[in-house]
């Protein structure tokens, strides 16, 4: 972070998280679509990602955060 694009790799991954260890995947559906569109997710969706990987190489945990992303993107947004 910061993202040159706007993606809170944060927020969307705990967003991804409500999916993957909780399963409370209409929820995280729900809270996906409203990024960009309510005040509190004022940021760009995963698909605004264009896989440079400067946040990779910022990383504390080496994170593959790009392929997180379209993951997170190709399950969520539908």
Do not use: D
């Amino acid at each position: 972070m910061p993202c040159p694009k706007n993606v809170n790799i944060p927020e969307i991954f705990a967003i991804m998280n409500y999916h993957r260890v909780y399963q409370i995947t209409e929820f995280a559906k729900k809270s996906c679509a409203e990024i960009g569109k309510v005040p509190w997710r004022n940021y760009e969706n995963a698909a605004a990602c264009v896989n440079r990987g400067a946040c990779e190489k910022k990383c504390p945990q080496s994170l593959p955060i790009r392929e997180q992303l379209k993951e997170t993107h190709r399950v969520l947004a539908s």
